[in-house]
């Protein structure tokens, strides 16, 4: 028997990198060319792998539709891991990751056009997962009425998003953060820099208002933020728990010397 399906699509090294890369963020080929210095035609080619395997999904760029958004299918890279190591032994099956309770408190903004439905979800979503100790806010390049359809979907998860009021980007002008995360492709390209350097992702996410599919398209966005933030909680704890790590480590080498 060979190895197990995520063994054998993410044992490439210009695989595992990609995988990386899309961990961090939605890429365009051409940004993960540049990431890796590899040639287009190779990057492409494994890409074309992971998709086989599922790992790696496509969206169209809703700025240039000529554009392709590739993201990380998380939660299967997760399963897959979990089988994985079930299938050398079965005390090396992986336990689903625990919930990130020690998030430390930090701002996060997210962007999109409207600030009408995804980013106002996403705030709202991101504010209950942490129990408040994570600051999030969000606006939009185009501020829009808030959607009844966004009202709604937050209902589900027993969230009042009523009161939300939209607002431009501009309102954060020189504020500082510590996460910029846009969610729509045409705010990305228009995104302007924040000072302190925060960490920012790109999460390609369609703007559910511009879906025949309506109500349900709302639920599908809500269900696809819920999955992301989880992911985003857990970075956030491990990348505060490395930074401490670092800065013991740069402290007992400065009473050293």
């Given at each position: ?34 990431l890796l210095g ?113 009202v709604a979907a ?104």
């Amino acid at each position: 028997m060979g190895p197990p399906p995520f063994i054998q699509a993410a044992g490439h090294p210009v695989r595992w990198r990609l995988l990386g890369e899309l961990a961090r963020s939605d890429r365009q080929v051409h940004e993960l060319t540049a990431l890796l210095g590899q040639q287009q035609s190779l990057v492409s080619y494994h890409l074309g792998l992971l998709r086989k395997a599922d790992l790696v999904r496509t969206r169209r760029s809703s700025a240039d539709g000529r554009d392709i958004y590739y993201r990380l299918d998380l939660g299967r890279c997760g399963h897959l891991l979990a089988q994985a190591g079930g299938a050398l032994h079965p005390g090396l099956r992986l336990a689903p990751a625990p919930a990130a309770a020690a998030v430390p408190a930090v701002r996060v903004l997210f962007l999109c056009t409207g600030n009408s439905s995804r980013s106002q979800m996403a705030e709202a979503l991101l504010r209950r997962r942490s129990d408040g100790v994570v600051r999030t806010f969000s606006a939009g390049s185009r501020p829009r009425a808030l959607h009844p359809d966004a009202v709604a979907a937050m209902d589900g998860y027993g969230i009042d998003l009523s009161g939300a009021r939209p607002k431009h980007l501009d309102e954060f002008a020189g504020d500082r953060f510590d996460h910029v995360i846009t969610l729509c492709d045409r705010v990305r390209e228009v995104c302007p820099e924040f000072p302190g350097h925060p960490a920012t992702a790109h999460w390609s996410i369609p703007d559910p208002a511009a879906d025949p599919g309506g109500r349900g398209a709302f639920d599908r966005v809500a269900a696809e933020l819920d999955d992301r933030i989880g992911f985003l909680l857990h970075a956030i704890a491990a990348n505060r728990k490395a930074n401490r790590k670092a800065n013991r480590e740069a402290t007992r080498e400065g009473e050293r010397s």
